[in-house]
């Protein structure tokens, strides 16, 4: 148990870029949200849309319509003209002095594959089937999407219900370690019994815990799912 306190503290360190965080930098308790949480909808925002996946599935479609554009022209006729002026000086000799020649010129080059073996219809084709399979992935992309969303949004609300039941259980084991301790001061307990009672208690804080920080790692996988941060944008509660 000391060796992985010691390497979550580690990477805890590395996560945050926080090298002086240690043992006594952890909080005694982890503290709830300070108020009820709002049931998610994802269907309101679709944040889940910003997906870096749908990003390139858009950036290849594109792709594929400019290559459909480029071989829709691949056999038409190419004409390149070049103009343009150049000059030389000569020096023949002393007497003759210097002598400056100006050319001017003026190219046409025309090209036209009339064939080229059907090439160019199976580039078409191609880049329509790839176009036919992007629309096709991003359609079940956009649902399978939509479907890890409400997943984790119903997460979100069983972790923290399960947060609830034992938060409640929790309040009602330390009432039992009270009642407990006054019936020790009247003579109607015992020591042992007081231990047990406090045993069952710290068993049910440290579930109760460990269902807050799943809830939290839970509306954390939903928010980043959402493409939202909830310390930058303000909408944390």
């Known amino acids: 148990a000391a060796s992985d306190l010691e ?29 009820e949480p709002s049931q998610l909808s ?7 849309l910003k997906s870096e996946a749908l990003l390139v599935n858009e950036l290849q479609s594109e792709q594929a319509k ?33 002598i400056t020649t100006t050319s001017a010129f ?27 399979q992007l629309k096709q992935s991003k359609d079940e ?27 409640a259980r929790k309040d009602a084991a330390q009432g039992g370690v009270a009642y407990e301790k006054d019936n020790l001061k009247r003579g109607q307990s015992s020591e042992e019994q007081v231990a047990n009672a406090q045993v069952a208690a710290n068993q049910v804080e440290l579930a109760a815990n ?9 509306a954390a996988h939903y928010a980043s799912t959402m493409r939202e941060d909830p310390l930058i944008d303000g909408s944390y509660h």
Do not use: C, H, M
């Open 7 to 35: 390497f979550a503290i580690r990477a805890f360190r590395r996560l945050t870029g926080v090298d002086s965080f240690g043992v006594s930098d952890i909080p005694d308790e982890i503290v709830p949200p300070g108020a």
């Open 42 to 48: 994802p269907d309101e925002s679709r944040g889940y």
């Open 66 to 98: 400019l290559s459909s554009k480029i071989n829709r022209k691949a056999l038409w006729p190419k004409l390149n003209a070049i103009a343009g002026v150049s000059q030389d000086d000569n020096l023949y000799s002393i007497q003759q002095g210097r």
């Open 106 to 132: 003026v190219g046409v080059q025309l090209q036209w594959s009339i064939f080229d073996g059907f090439a160019s219809k199976g580039w078409r084709l191609q880049n329509v089937n790839r176009l036919q």
């Open 141 to 167: 992309l956009i649902e399978t999407l939509k479907n890890s969303a409400d997943q984790q949004a119903a997460n979100v609300g069983f972790t923290w219900g399960s947060y609830k039941n034992l938060k």
């Open 210 to 218: 460990d269902a807050l920080a799943k809830f939290y790692s839970a």
